[in-house]
Nanobody, 125 residues
């Protein structure tokens, strides 16, 4: 059964940190780049980060560059998103996604093969 399961979301104060995890199963994990996307209320889902299948290449949207770090542990079929210096405008539902085989970053909805269910991140004092 194909699954992408995000975890680690929650409520954090501005300036705080969270680490999101995305665990995958039921598909060719090692053959796919993995992306993180987010969707704020009333806005389109945007790609914010992507990591290559072997973890050697990463990219970030300008809005998160220097604050967020993506990484992956292929032994655990897991991708992480470390989020530091969080701002209220980072509030959104965060989704991980497995890209189509052969595709790579940046994270783009048109490249997505499988989506996770999402995890809420709220940055507020």
């Amino acid at each position: 059964q194909l699954q992408l399961v995000e975890s680690g979301g929650g409520l954090v104060q501005p300036g705080g940190s969270l680490r999101l995890s995305c665990a995958g199963s039921g598909f060719t994990w090692h053959s796919r780049a993995i992306g993180w996307f987010r969707q704020a209320p009333g806005k389109e889902r945007e790609g914010i980060s992507c990591i290559s299948k072997d973890g050697s290449s990463t990219n970030y949207a300008d809005s998160v560059k220097g604050r967020f770090t993506i990484s992956r542990d292929n032994a655990k079929n897991t991708v992480y998103l470390q989020m530091n210096s969080l701002k209220p405008e980072d509030t959104a539902v965060y989704y991980c996604a497995a890209l189509r085989i052969g595709d790579s970053g940046p994270a783009d909805r048109r490249k997505v093969a499988y989506w996770g269910q999402g995890t809420q991140v709220t940055v507020s004092s």
